[in-house]
């Protein structure tokens, strides 16, 4: 089973790697882009099992490891 | 209007950091996980205006600076 999981930096958290993209993107003449925030994406792959049990434990991971909650949020999607 | 790129390594290519956070995952008792693959997802802003051109824009900033296509794939998800 594959589980995307989506980590991004909360709203008013300093980003400074999307600062640079941002920076970047406009020197190279990409003058429509307005705002760039750069965030993780974590694919995982587990032992199949029951939907809402897995959400459990990859919510679990997401909690004690992945993510740090005091300035990131995220998103968990499971794919069969 | 919000554009969000996935960036990940293409399959076959060593991703190191993948296999840090799957032994982590491990050590942690999370035996159900058996890969862990880690990713850019990057969220940008741009003037809103025809899809198929932001699409194109969106597609030479991915090609010019934001992916290194040598080794990684991506995806663009224009959303409103």
Request: net charge negative.
């Amino acid at each position: 089973m594959k589980i995307v999981i989506n980590i991004q930096l909360k709203e008013g958290v300093l980003d400074p790697q999307g600062k640079a993209v941002h920076h970047a993107l406009l020197a190279l003449q990409f003058n429509e882009v307005q705002d760039a925030r750069i965030g993780k994406q974590i694919i995982l792959h587990v032992e199949d099992g029951e939907k809402d049990k897995i959400l459990k434990r990859v919510k679990n991971m997401c909690e004690n490891l992945l993510a740090n909650t005091v300035i990131e949020t995220y998103t968990i999607d499971i794919e069969d």
